[in-house]
């Protein structure tokens, strides 16, 4: 499939095959499994996936791409369903049609993939597992414990919906263009059970985004407005730690205290 690489959708075409291979092995595809794929691109991931399950569905934004994607699919008996269109207002469940959780999969563009990885997140969604390329520093703040320099807001609200579980890392020359990062495949298991209590995810990630607004600052200070140093305090935390020092169970006590 022939088509040059756009810079504003952030495409970075995956060639290598070894390394197409070994995601492969990662994701483990069944036959029966509802597979949906973000961002296609040249159907390098797609062709190998379509010939482990039944069906397959791929979104991708980028209409010069359909055609090619199209020809793949009749070659596989019209099994791979193509959405035409951005994943970001993508309606996931409707994907679902009812049945057994998604599994996705995809090579995210580098530009959107924080406010993407919110949204395939969202608990709405009835997901079993995500397998994702993305750059290397994004999959370490999202893994990061606390005390990391890379902790943060993504850290903890990917942590409070999912296992985070770092795969193995990709180097520029797998893509075509070679990007200038390295990248990481990873793997997110959604929880079935929230790993802490709150009052609701809103209130949370309200605590959360207030906290790193000012992360070098204490928590005193970050939340001030929102929270007072002594329901801080009545909470179990110490004013006087910075953000980046809370786990999430101290987020989620911080959470229930701003419900309250």
């Known amino acids: 499939m022939n088509h040059r690489p756009r810079k504003r959708f952030g495409q970075n075409f995956l060639h290598d095959g070894n390394v197409i291979a070994r995601m492969v092995a ?3 595809p069944r036959e029966e499994d509802r597979i949906v794929e973000i961002g296609p691109g040249r159907g390098a991931l797609t062709a190998p ?7 397959l569905s791929v979104i991708e934004l980028d209409r010069d791409l359909i055609d090619g994607l199209e020809r793949l699919s009749a070659r596989h008996e019209g099994r791979l369903r193509i959405v035409q269109g951005d994943a970001l207002e993508t309606d996931f469940t409707a994907l679902a ?78 893509f075509n263009p070679p990007p200038k990062v390295t990248s990481t495949f990873v793997r997110l298991v959604p929880h079935t059970e929230p790993p802490v209590s709150v009052p609701d995810e809103a209130t949370l990630n309200a605590v ?49 205290a701003l419900g309250r």
């Open 97 to 174: 049609d009812g049945g057994a959780p998604l599994r996705l999969v995809g090579n995210l563009p580098y530009n959107i993939s924080t406010p993407l990885l919110f949204h395939l997140t969202e608990a709405s969604v009835p997901v079993a597992d995500l397998h994702l390329l993305l750059q290397r520093e994004v999959v370490e703040r999202m893994a990061a414990p606390p005390g990391d320099g890379t902790y943060g807001r993504l850290s903890v609200m990917v942590q409070y919906r999912c296992r985070v579980e770092p795969q193995f890392h990709v180097p520029p020359g797998a």
């Open 49 to 55: 996936l379509l010939e482990r399950v039944a069906a």
């Open 26 to 28: 990662v994701i483990g």
């Open 208 to 256: 959360v985004t207030r906290a790193f607004a000012q992360r070098r600052k204490t928590v005193r200070n970050t939340l001030k407005g929102l929270l007072a140093p002594a329901a801080i305090e009545q909470a179990g935390i110490d004013p006087t730690l910075r953000p980046e020092q809370l786990t999430l169970e101290d987020f989620a006590a911080l959470a229930r």
